[in-house]
Structures are given as structure tokens and as C-alpha cells.
């Protein structure tokens, strides 16, 4: 058999096996939808206790793991993301526990009125069937995003990436054998246990098995399953971040804020980017912040206006207004006013968070109208985009997307609405 020929029955015996988890997952999120939350939280205290009493069988396939990711030349930092300890799958089970402790949005029913016919008409939250979450190096996501997928009363398919196969093989057996423990469907969380790249084509194309494509990794994943999939896809590509300084902000503020939401931490997607200056304080603020940045060996480049006032500072090309650094390097722009911070975020922007420093009321309501983001703020640093600081308790992901979930996605964006009506043997006239 030649190599063509292989690989095409390889990858058909893929296509097979994601449909035969495809068809197990639609099956056993019928018997999710209707679980009850005094189930779904004990099953969750369950997975948690068997993380724990397995830890051991975990800390060794991740070992496996780390051994093959040093021997295959895994960087340090996707090493560190990879590697599982005590300390990290303690995480996981505090985790599980204050998901477990969260408000079940299932079944919540909201604006029930009474029509002129005599009938009630309102709205009941229900889970959005069975979501595939396709994601890379991190294993603790396997644990983040079954929890949430059970809470919320979906089976999900999980497609970890190819370095942490081991790990999420081990954790998938703890998961398992908690959900068994409360008597919920086992395939409710399936974790894809092929390296082969033909899986991710197969879960993405199976609409009649999977209702939600939710895509963690980088940009590279996020843009071919956006451009491949056949399935709704919750996502977001690039987190470019502006912080806007208007010429009535607050110094001290803005110098605190635009700190922060730079060197926090870099390789996130709700960090500064880009900072936008007005030109009446430039010259008051940016060498103070520059210097500052200097001491944290964050690489600057500014426009013309930004270099006379910091001449260390490297030219930005054109190209830097659009790019996820992801890094400690900041591009830097003075603008004349409101309306250019405007017109610069409109253009360069990705609609992750924007925010703007300003004592002026009117401009911070206006800022807030016309951004176009999933999160837009003022007076505070872009870091604050995250779900557990808005109060969901977990996050599946970040959605830039406008229909369905937007911004960060806890429990309630992983279901949706169904009209229901209430009568007592009405007919239509």
C-alpha cells in the first residue's frame, strides 16, 4: 500500500471514530440537558476527588509528556504551560469546586408575561447540545472546559493538542469515573485520544453531531477552523488592546493604568498592545511612562510625534498598529484628539477591549457607545477582561464574535433561549 493510500485510510478511520464519539455525545447530552444541578455539582465533587486520589497516575503521564516535548524541543514557555504538579492540579480541583458552587443557568425563565389571547410567552435557558473544544499544550483545559460544559448541561468532545496526549488521557479518566460515580453518561466528556490532524477536520464538519466549535490556541488553529468549519464557531483571533490617554485624564491614573495593562503579564490576550496618547499631555506623561517601561525591558516604538518626544524610542512600521505582540513590546501613537483615538481603534482594532482614561463624563459615555468591542472600559487597565473578574467564576474562552457570546464565556454563554408558552387548552382565534 503506498503512502497516499495510507494516509487516506488513516485518515478515514478517523473521520469514523470522531462520528462514533459524535453520536455517543448527542445521545448523552439529551440525558445532560435534563440532570439536575444537585447532580451536576456532585459530579463535579466527584471528578474532583478522583483528580485528587489519581494525582500520582497524572503527575506520571504528564512526566511522559514533558520528556517528549524536551526530546521533540519544546521552548520553555510551552514546557511551562505543558507541566502539571501538585500545585497546578490543586488548581484544578479548587476549580471544580467553584464551578460546582456557581448559579446553574439551566432552565432559568425569564420574562414570562401574559398575552391578550391568555396565554404566557417568555424565554427558558437550555444547553447548547454538544460542544467541541479544540485547544493546545495547556492539559488543566481539559479540566476547565469539561466543568463548564457539564454545568451547563452539554456533552463536549475535547480535542487536546498532540504534546499533552498522555496528560489528557489521565485527567479524561478521572472525569470519567466521576461522572460514572453520579450516574451521568461517561461520553457526556470525551477527550479525542489521536494525535492524527485529521481529527480536528472531522469534529469541525459534523453537524449533526456537534452543535459549537469553540477554538483555543493560536492564531494559526483559530484561523483554519474559522475558515474550515461547518459548525458555529465561538472564537477570537487577535487581542489587540488600546489604552486611549485623553487630554482630561487623570496623569497618576493613566500612568498606573497604562503600566499595568502592558506589563502585567504579556502573553495574554487582554493585554496593552497599543497606546494612544492625545498630543496636549504627551510630552507629560510618555517620558514618565517610558521610563518605567524601560525598567521592565519593554521594547518601545512610537510614531514620528512619540520619537521626538522619546528619541531612544524604534520606529513603528505600519504593520505594528495591527499586531498582537504578546510580548514586552508596546507600540506607541500620539493622536490630536478623541475622534483620531477613534478613528485609529476603529481601523486597528480586533474588538477584544478598549478602554479609555478621562475624567470628561461625556467623552468616557461616548467612548463607551462607539468602541466596538467585546469589553470597553474607562478608568481601568484592559486586564480586568477576564471572567473570573467579571464574576462568572470560570471562562471557556474570550469571544470577539457579535451573534451569540461575546467577551469572556462563563456558564450562561455555553446555553441559549427557547420561547415557551403556557396555556390551559388555548386556541388561536
Same mark, same amino acid.
Given at each position: 500500500?503506498?503512502?497516499?493510500?495510507?494516509?487516506?485510510?488513516?485518515?478515514?478511520?478517523?473521520?469514523?471514530?470522531? +462520528?462514533?464519539?459524535?453520536?455517543?455525545?448527542?445521545?448523552?447530552?439529551?440525558?445532560?440537558?435534563?440532570?439536575?444541578?444537585?447532580?451536576?455539582? !456532585?459530579?463535579?465533587?466527584?471528578?474532583?476527588?478522583?483528580?485528587?486520589?489519581?494525582?500520582?497516575?497524572?503527575?506520571?503521564?504528564?512526566?511522559?509528556?514533558?520528556?517528549?516535548?524536551?526530546?521533540?524541543?519544546?521552548?520553555?514557555?510551552?514546557?511551562?504551560?505543558?507541566?502539571?504538579?501538585? +500545585?497546578?492540579?490543586?488548581?484544578?480541583?479548587?476549580?471544580?469546586?467553584?464551578?460546582?458552587?456557581?448559579?446553574?443557568?439551566?432552565?432559568?425563565?425569564?420574562?414570562?408575561?401574559?398575552?391578550? !389571547?391568555?396565554?404566557?410567552?417568555?424565554? =427558558?435557558?437550555?444547553?447548547?447540545?454538544?460542544?467541541?473544544?479544540?485547544?493546545?499544550?495547556?492539559?488543566?483545559?481539559?479540566?476547565?472546559?469539561?466543568?463548564?460544559?457539564?454545568?451547563?448541561?452539554?456533552?463536549?468532545?475535547?480535542?487536546?493538542?498532540?504534546?499533552?496526549?498522555?496528560?489528557?488521557?489521565?485527567? *479524561?479518566?478521572?472525569?470519567?469515573?466521576?461522572?460514572?460515580?453520579?450516574?451521568?453518561?461517561?461520553?457526556?466528556?470525551?477527550?479525542?485520544? $489521536?494525535?492524527?490532524?485529521?481529527?480536528?477536520? *472531522?469534529?469541525?464538519?459534523? @453537524?449533526?453531531?456537534?452543535?459549537?466549535?469553540? @477554538?483555543?490556541?493560536?492564531?494559526?488553529?483559530?484561523?483554519?477552523? !474559522?475558515?474550515?468549519?461547518?459548525? @458555529?464557531?465561538?472564537?477570537?483571533?487577535?487581542?489587540?488592546?488600546?489604552?486611549?490617554?485623553?487630554?482630561?485624564?487623570?496623569?497618576?491614573?493613566?500612568?498606573?493604568?497604562?503600566?499595568?495593562?502592558?506589563?502585567?503579564?504579556?502573553?495574554?490576550?487582554?493585554? =496593552? +498592545?497599543?497606546?494612544?496618547?492625545?498630543?496636549?499631555?504627551?510630552?507629560?506623561?510618555?517620558?514618565?511612562?517610558?521610563?518605567?517601561?524601560?525598567?521592565?525591558?519593554?521594547?518601545?516604538?512610537?510614531?514620528?510625534?512619540?520619537?521626538?518626544?522619546?528619541?531612544?524610542?524604534?520606529?513603528?512600521?505600519?504593520?505594528?498598529?495591527?499586531? +498582537?505582540?504578546?510580548?514586552?513590546?508596546?507600540?506607541?501613537?500620539?493622536?490630536?484628539? =478623541?475622534?483620531?483615538?477613534?478613528?485609529?481603534?476603529?481601523?486597528?482594532?480586533?474588538?477584544?477591549?478598549?478602554?479609555?482614561?478621562?475624567?470628561?463624563?461625556?467623552?468616557?459615555?461616548?467612548?463607551?457607545?462607539?468602541?466596538?468591542?467585546?469589553?470597553?472600559?474607562?478608568?481601568?487597565?484592559?486586564?480586568?477582561?477576564?471572567?473570573?473578574?467579571?464574576?462568572?467564576?470560570?471562562?471557556?474562552?474570550?469571544? $470577539?464574535?457579535?451573534?451569540?457570546?461575546?467577551?469572556?464565556?462563563?456558564?450562561?454563554?455555553?446555553? !441559549?433561549?427557547?420561547?415557551?408558552?403556557?396555556?390551559?387548552?388555548?386556541?388561536?382565534?
Amino acid at each position: 500500500m503506498n503512502s497516499s493510500v495510507a494516509d487516506s485510510a488513516d485518515q478515514q478511520a478517523t473521520r469514523e471514530k470522531l +462520528e462514533e464519539m459524535g453520536h455517543a455525545a448527542r445521545a448523552a447530552a439529551r440525558l445532560m440537558a435534563r440532570a439536575d444541578t444537585a447532580t451536576k455539582n !456532585s459530579a463535579l465533587k466527584a471528578i474532583a476527588a478522583q483528580l485528587d486520589a489519581r494525582r500520582d497516575e497524572v503527575v506520571a503521564a504528564n512526566a511522559r509528556d514533558m520528556q517528549a516535548g524536551r526530546d521533540n524541543g519544546l521552548d520553555a514557555a510551552l514546557l511551562d504551560r505543558l507541566e502539571l504538579n501538585d +500545585e497546578r492540579i490543586d488548581g484544578m480541583i479548587e476549580g471544580l469546586h467553584q464551578i460546582a458552587e456557581l448559579p446553574d443557568p439551566v432552565g432559568e425563565i425569564e420574562d414570562l408575561k401574559y398575552r391578550p !389571547s391568555g396565554i404566557q410567552v417568555g424565554k =427558558m435557558r437550555v444547553p447548547l447540545g454538544v460542544i467541541g473544544i479544540i485547544y493546545e499544550s495547556r492539559p488543566n483545559v481539559t479540566i476547565d472546559a469539561a466543568s463548564l460544559c457539564l454545568k451547563s448541561g452539554n456533552a463536549t468532545i475535547l480535542r487536546g493538542g498532540s504534546e499533552a496526549l498522555h496528560s489528557n488521557g489521565a485527567i *479524561a479518566a478521572c472525569i470519567a469515573a466521576g461522572l460514572k460515580e453520579e450516574g451521568l453518561p461517561e461520553t457526556a466528556v470525551q477527550v479525542v485520544d $489521536t494525535t492524527d490532524r485529521a481529527a480536528v477536520g *472531522a469534529l469541525i464538519s459534523m @453537524p449533526e453531531y456537534v452543535d459549537v466549535i469553540v @477554538p483555543r490556541g493560536g492564531t494559526g488553529l483559530i484561523e483554519r477552523v !474559522s475558515r474550515e468549519a461547518r459548525v @458555529p464557531v465561538i472564537k477570537h483571533l487577535h487581542g489587540v488592546c488600546h489604552v486611549y490617554i485623553d487630554d482630561r485624564a487623570d496623569l497618576d491614573k493613566a500612568f498606573n493604568i497604562a503600566l499595568n495593562a502592558k506589563t502585567h503579564r504579556y502573553g495574554v490576550c487582554n493585554a =496593552m +498592545e497599543s497606546l494612544l496618547v492625545a498630543e496636549a499631555v504627551a510630552a507629560d506623561i510618555l517620558p514618565r511612562l517610558a521610563a518605567a517601561y524601560r525598567e521592565k525591558d519593554v521594547e518601545l516604538r512610537g510614531c514620528e510625534q512619540t520619537r521626538k518626544i522619546l528619541p531612544d524610542c524604534h520606529v513603528a512600521s505600519d504593520s505594528d498598529w495591527s499586531e +498582537e505582540y504578546l510580548a514586552p513590546i508596546l507600540s506607541i501613537r500620539v493622536v490630536a484628539d =478623541m475622534d483620531d483615538a477613534l478613528d485609529h481603534i476603529a481601523r486597528y482594532g480586533s474588538g477584544h477591549t478598549e478602554s479609555i482614561v478621562t475624567g470628561d463624563y461625556s467623552r468616557a459615555r461616548r467612548f463607551l457607545a462607539e468602541v466596538d468591542a467585546s469589553s470597553v472600559m474607562v478608568n481601568a487597565s484592559t486586564r480586568f477582561a477576564d471572567g473570573f473578574e467579571y464574576g462568572l467564576g470560570a471562562e471557556i474562552g474570550i469571544s $470577539t464574535d457579535k451573534i451569540h457570546a461575546r467577551g469572556p464565556v462563563g456558564l450562561e454563554g455555553l446555553t !441559549s433561549q427557547k420561547w415557551i408558552v403556557l396555556g390551559d387548552g388555548h386556541i388561536r382565534q
